[in-house]
């Protein structure tokens, strides 16, 4: 039996040697491969990996010298092996059938019976939350989404042992995470102190509302979420920059929005190579999209995956309800785009496509002006008040017109 002690960093032992281009988390995504199917072949290893098979075999035996791998009956990991994955990346009373089922389903289909315990309580928590702001392009999303964002990060090797942030999260996915991390692990003592402790998921938003919720949410279910009042348009605390190893957001649907949002989370994200940045986004126009992804590749992010209609938003009809998940992998290039962005410079939609709308009250038939210049902003705000004169909460869009662009404001809102 191979009795070689584990070197403190063994897969940035292996990642230096070997030295491939796609990062250093293949090289840990292909130990997890081998712990959880003990016996797999090199030729195997190479088809779940995407990577040629000298290339594979250079890396097997890279670890078989740090004592993590065995060559018996296929691929195998040694008892140090076994130790470094359950201890060092996290894995320690994991409920492994319950992983091997979530990680291997292709595209993933509403949880059944199979998460129906978590979706429950996840429908009960969102009923709780507080109302969005659509002035800062907040929108609901279902509970059935953010669980589905959780185990798209899960399937993504990115969640078990990990450290995620969210950049904004009114959609607590940071919750639905938490949540997951606990079903998976059957050791007593599940969260901050129990199995899946390695686990931390951050969140950083500047809505008081929404942290209060989520922290006495994760205080609640003893979940492994962390809060953090912040305003993005200004830099991220310091001491949370490069300690991240994935990040979720679904920033405003502006050019602007969406740079900014991605900058801060590539700030958050530690400077390696094929994290992943999971950017939820509204299905937008070819144009649109082209300026997008020049914006990305300014930012040194690949599109790593695009699923249409993965989100599902309540009450969100301009969008359709819709929208899809973009994940993206940070690369040798990959570097923020926005520094500080001052308070005066448009970022959100209401701001750089600014609309009129007239609605008239089904009851008095008082006229009522919504509008980013006007005292009622949204008609759920004129909803939440009640008519100026009868407080009907019923009314009617009259007339929608475009007021334009601030001045001077160009189509990418810099």
């Known amino acids: ?48 990996t995407l990577l040629p098979v000298p290339l594979v075999a250079a890396i097997k035996s890279e670890f078989i010298k740090e004592g993590l791998l065995l060559q018996d009956r296929g691929i195998r990991l040694s008892a140090a092996g076994d130790e470094f994955v359950a201890v060092n990346l996290g894995f320690s009373g994991i409920d492994k059938e319950l992983y091997q089922q979530l990680l291997s389903a292709h595209t993933w289909e509403p949880p059944g019976v199979v998460l129906e315990p978590e979706l429950a309580e996840l429908e009960r928590i969102f009923y709780e939350r507080p109302q969005v702001d659509v002035t800062i392009d ?29 950049v904004g999260d009114d959609d607590l996915v940071s919750i639905a995470a938490g949540l997951l991390i606990k079903r998976l692990f059957t050791r007593p003592g599940i969260g901050q102190d129990g199995g899946g402790a390695s686990t931390q998921i951050h969140v950083l938003d500047i809505d008081r509302r929404f942290l209060d919720h989520i922290q006495d949410t994760a205080r609640m279910y003893r979940l492994p979420v962390i809060c953090h009042e912040a305003d993005l348009r200004r830099p991220v605390p310091a001491e949370l920059e490069g300690l991240f190893d994935a990040c979720f957001t679904d920033p405003p649907y502006t050019i602007p929005g969406m740079a900014l949002f991605l900058s801060r ?26 300026e997008m992804q020049q914006e990305l590749l300014r930012m040194g992010l690949v599109i ?20 899809q998940m973009i994940v993206l992998r940070t690369s040798t290039k990959t ?18 496509k600014r609309t009129l709308r007239t609605y008239q009250c089904q009851s008095c038939k008082q006229i009522i002006k919504v509008g980013f210049d006007k005292e009622y902003h949204t008609i759920e705000a004129v909803k ?31």
């Open 138 to 166: 907040q929108s609901k999303a279902t509970p059935l989404t953010s669980l589905k964002r959780a185990v798209l990060c899960l399937q993504n090797h990115s969640l078990i042992g990990k450290q995620i942030v969210c």
């Open 304 to 323: 790593a995956e695009s699923i249409p209609r993965f989100n599902q938003y309540e009450g969100a009809e301009i969008i359709g309800n819709t929208g």
């Open 384 to 414: 939440k008040d009640g008519c100026p004169r009868c407080k009907n909460t019923i009314f009617d869009l009259v007339e929608r017109s475009n007021i334009g662009r601030p001045t001077g404001e160009g189509d990418s809102g810099r």
């Open 265 to 290: 989370g590539i700030t958050l994200l530690k400077k390696k190579t094929g994290l992943p940045l999971f950017l939820s986004f509204a299905h937008k126009s070819p144009s649109f999209s082209l």
């Open 335 to 352: 570097k923020p785009v926005v520094n500080e962005l001052p308070q005066e410079q448009p970022l959100y939609t209401g701001e750089l």
């Open 1 to 48: 039996m191979n009795t070689k002690v584990v070197t403190e960093n063994p897969i940035t032992n292996v990642y230096r040697r070997v030295n491939i281009e796609e990062g250093e988390i293949v090289i840990e995504r292909l130990l997890l491969d081998v712990y959880l199917q003990p016996g797999i072949s090199t030729k195997e290893l190479a088809r779940k």
